[in-house]
């Protein structure tokens, strides 16, 4: 994929998220970043302030065991939109490969060739998306959403109404239990592992700056020789397989698995990379940031849980996260665009 990159500097912005380091240290304290360490303190001392059990390292067990399968999707949904693009359909994706996986194991199939399967889904599903976009030139909005349907529509015509169980226990186990010897849930350790790939990926080589310049500014980067339909192509295929992934993930957890496995957690994914500080118009936001948004809407979702705060109500929360993480970060980049058009127009 990195064949695919021009020898020549990618186009720049004043918004990059590509830093010299060299700038005021009180600039630091103004990066979202920042913000979102002190929200996190203030989440962890609410949490704690609830149950005195919450700063609990089994505690901490349950919260990524909880978000695992949420936060693994963020990490490819944060490179697709960090080009000015945006996949809805990652949840769909989550419950088709597990309703793959789930109808292939219950007819004969081997469960390692059923996982298989269900990771070519992801791929498939996601090479669907990205040409869609890339070479048909369709709005991405518009083409995940109609494959969220469709991929919904296909999982409930092979499972619907049934619950396909019996999954090996020796892989069951692995999504309720943490890793030997710790309190790290299996699931919150594969996003970590994946964290550090894509922040090395976005933040520090060719191709990282490439997915920044696409954002920014896409027909310069095209004429900067950045192949930008192909690389969205490999990102929306990207993110198909890891949703997929994610799926397997969620049905072993659960040791069981229905075609509405996943239904709605596409807002959850969105609030969480948007809250971490990616600009939902491109070109701008930090894996860290990401990362500190999964903890923060972990340990609100498990403090208001231990709380008995019903779930439409913990819905709300994530719903107000959302649209701060869209209004706060993105409103002088809207203000700018929006008067950047009014001048055109004038």
């Known amino acids: 994929m990195t064949s695919d990159l021009p020898t020549m500097t990618p186009v720049t912005h004043s918004h990059s998220v590509v830093e010299n380091g060299n700038g005021a240290p009180w600039r630091a304290l103004l990066r979202w970043e920042s913000a979102l360490v002190v929200v996190l303190i203030g989440a962890l001392v609410f949490g704690s302030s609830e149950s005195p059990n919450f700063l609990n390292p089994t505690n901490f067990f349950y919260i990524g065991m909880n978000m695992g399968e949420v936060a693994i999707m963020a990490l490819p949904l944060t490179l697709v939109i960090m080009t000015g693009e945006i996949d809805l359909s990652v949840a769909s994706m989550l419950g088709l490969s597990g309703a793959v996986m789930g109808y292939l194991f219950s007819n ?35 083409v ?93 295929v990207l993110s198909g397989v890891v949703c997929a992934f994610a799926g397997i993930l969620l049905t072993l957890k659960n040791a069981s698995v229905s075609y509405d496995a996943g239904t709605g957690l596409e807002l959850n994914v969105v609030a969480i990379v948007l809250f971490g500080g990616v600009s939902i118009f491109g070109g701008r936001g930090t894996v860290i940031g990401v990362v500190l948004a999964v903890a923060i809407v972990g340990a609100l979702q498990q403090a208001l849980t231990q709380m008995n705060v019903q779930p439409e109500v913990q819905n709300i929360v994530i719903g107000v996260l959302l649209l701060i993480s869209v209004v706060i970060p993105n409103g002088g980049e809207a203000i700018r665009r929006i008067r950047d058009r009014a001048r055109r127009h004038a």
């Open 108 to 142: 004969g199939w081997s469960i390692w060739l059923a996982m298989a399967a269900a990771l070519v889904v992801g791929v498939l599903g996601g090479a669907v998306n990205g040409l869609l976009v890339a070479k048909v030139g369709l709005p991405s909005i518009a």
């Open 144 to 236: 995940t959403i109609g494959t969220l349907a469709l991929f919904r529509g296909i999982a409930e015509i092979l499972l619907a109404p049934r619950t396909v169980t019996g999954f090996p226990s020796s892989l069951t186990t692995i999504g309720v239990v943490p890793i030997p010897g710790t309190q790290i849930a299996y699931s919150a350790a594969i996003f970590l592992g994946l964290a550090v790939v894509a922040g090395i990926v976005l933040h520090a080589t060719p191709l990282g700056r490439a997915l920044v310049a696409i954002g920014l500014q896409p027909e310069a980067a095209q004429f900067s020789g950045i192949r930008v339909n192909r690389i969205k192509i490999w990102l929306f």
